[in-house]
Nanobody, 115 residues
Framework: QVQLVESGGGLVQPGGSLRLSCAAS????????MGWFRQAPGKQRELVAG???????NYADSVKGRFTISRDNAKNTVYLQMNSLKPEDTAVYYC?????????WGQGTQVTVSS
């Protein structure tokens, strides 16, 4: 029903920045809560940042002050601005759309912080 496509991942040096984008289909995008999750090999998938349909945000303690989640409902897109990147931020980042019991997931985009 809701299709999500992430982009913007890549390889950056520690201290660098990346901006992830998640493009969503559907005319009801605006009513979904949106989030960015990440998963490193051998680790649990964890919530990085969330933004509600009303614009309220929350962040994992590990990224507070460095990452910013935002949404543009007119463009059906959610963003994750990542600054001051650390090697421990390396993971596959997934976009999520949530409404009550329903969750939709993107395919993921790799973020590697190295060298």
């Amino acid at each position: 029903q809701v299709q999500l496509v992430e982009s913007g991942g890549g390889l950056v040096q520690p201290g660098g920045s990346l901006r992830l984008s998640c493009a969503a289909s559907g005319s009801i995008f605006r009513i979904y809560d949106m989030g960015w999750f990440r998963q490193a090999p051998g680790k649990q998938r964890e919530l990085v940042a969330g933004i509600t349909s009303g614009g309220s945000t929350n962040y994992a303690d590990s990224v507070k002050g460095r990452f910013t989640i935002s949404r543009d409902n007119a463009k059906n897109t959610v963003y994750l601005q990542m600054n001051s990147l650390k090697p421990e931020d390396t993971a596959v980042y997934y976009c999520n759309a949530n409404l009550v019991r329903i969750n939709y997931w993107g395919q993921g985009t790799q973020v590697t912080v190295s060298s």
